[in-house]
């Protein structure tokens, strides 16, 4: 069981920054990234905007992306409440009605507010959904 999980479960609620280290995709070497996460009702959800996952004519795929297809389990790193490394894993959300639904949702405002469509978002942007090794974290 997690330590300190009444803090983790607030931080979970509220803290927007976290790092998450992924397996190189190529490399298969540890790599950080910092990135914000958010909650769509009950689910953990990590997303980007919609220039980052096409591929080709400008546009390429996060590393962060191709690292969570290529070995989805990672670590989420709580670092603004509470310091925590939580094991976890990530599924991209596929289904159009899954990705529309949580594009449309108050908690992506932010995206849908840099000025693109909501048909671009739900086509393009990359969103993971998190699943804790420990099922007791969260929610």
Not at 70 to 97: I, N, Q, R, Y
Request: aromatic letters at 6%; one cysteine or more; a negative charge.
């Amino acid at each position: 069981m997690v330590e300190n999980l009444a803090a983790i479960r607030a931080a979970l609620r509220r803290d927007l920054t976290i790092d998450i280290v992924t397996t190189g995709a190529k490399s298969g070497q540890p790599r950080t990234t910092e990135i914000w996460f958010t909650r769509v009702d009950e689910r953990i959800i990590i997303c980007g905007t919609a220039g980052s996952v096409t591929g080709g004519r400008g546009r390429h795929v996060r590393d962060w992306v191709a690292n969570l297809k290529a070995t989805p389990a990672f670590v989420f790193c709580l670092k603004e409440s509470v310091v925590a490394e939580l094991e976890a894993t990530g599924h991209v959300v596929s289904d159009p009605d899954d990705r529309r639904a949580i594009m449309t949702h108050p908690a992506t405002q932010w995206y849908r507010e840099q000025g693109e469509s909501i048909e671009l978002l739900v086509e393009r942007s990359p969103i993971i959904e998190v699943h804790f090794e420990d099922s007791g974290v969260w929610p």
